[in-house]
């Protein structure tokens, strides 16, 4: 099966600026997940989608939001760029709700520098 | 590489030698547990999970130990390897909250 894969690798944008960051989770997975890292604060998650729905979010402002489709790719996307935005963006993939625990499998991450 | 943690608990240890990370937790109501491994570079990659019902798990050269008591996970990896050198995260969850991860600690293997 192929991993969860996420485009682009790399992106470079200026403060004010939006951003759209893209996720495929592996064949069969309805949730993904996405967390943000950055050296000071570690992994932290954002939000979930299954099935389309958003089931749980982190406590991140809402210039960050998120979608689902129906063929269970996800987007996430950073409204108003702040340098402190600039952080490894981690998609997961699971076959089941995060509630309950289970493994997800992560992708290589978006690396995005807000200059 | 990609840096995931400048100031990382750093553990080196002499290859061929055992392994322990520890993780503590504050979260009481947590029932899942999960150890990633992260190489520079790459996203985390699993490698062992435990649920509360359980003290001890095996897998492939790893074991992860559970003490509910105290609040404390630990992720043994037996006969190092220099593949094993990366940054090892444990995390855990309960009920419908999201995976709460720690800051990690940076497994360095000396050949």
């Known amino acids: 099966k192929a991993g969860v894969t996420q485009t682009p690798r790399y992106l470079i944008k200026t403060r004010g600026q939006q951003v759209t960051l893209s996720c495929s989770p592996i064949?069969?997975?309805?949730?993904v997940s996405w967390y943000q890292q950055t050296p000071g604060q570690g992994l932290q998650f954002l939000f979930e989608?299954?099935?389309?729905?958003?089931?749980n979010k982190g406590n991140f402002p809402g210039r960050f939001s998120g979608r689902q489709f129906s063929n269970s790719r996800s987007e996430m996307n950073v409204s108003t760029l702040e340098l402190g935005d600039s952080a490894l963006y981690l998609c997961?993939?699971?076959?089941?709700?995060?509630?309950?625990?289970?493994?997800?499998?992560f992708g290589p991450g978006t690396r995005l520098t807000v200059t | 590489g990609e840096s995931v943690g400048l100031h990382l608990p750093t553990l080196s240890v002499q290859e061929g030698d055992n392994s322990i990370i520890n993780c503590a937790y504050s979260?009481?109501?947590?029932?899942?547990f999960i150890w990633y491994k992260q190489e520079s570079g790459k996203g985390p990659q699993f490698i062992i999970d435990?649920?509360?019902?359980?003290d001890k798990r095996q897998g492939q050269r790893v074991t992860v130990l559970l003490n509910k008591t105290v609040k404390h996970l630990s992720l043994q990896i037996a006969a190092t390897q220099p593949g094993d050198s990366a940054v090892y995260f444990c995390?855990?969850?309960?009920?419908?909250?999201?995976?709460?991860f720690g800051k990690g600690t940076r497994l360095s293997v000396i050949a």
């Open positions: 979260n009481s109501a947590s029932d899942y």
């Open positions: 997961a993939s699971s076959p089941h709700r995060l509630a309950g625990g289970y493994e997800q499998y």
């Open positions: 435990i649920r509360s019902n359980m």
């Open positions: 995390a855990e969850n309960s009920g419908n909250t999201p995976l709460v």
């Open positions: 989608y299954f099935s389309e729905t958003q089931r």
């Open positions: 064949s069969g997975h309805r949730s």
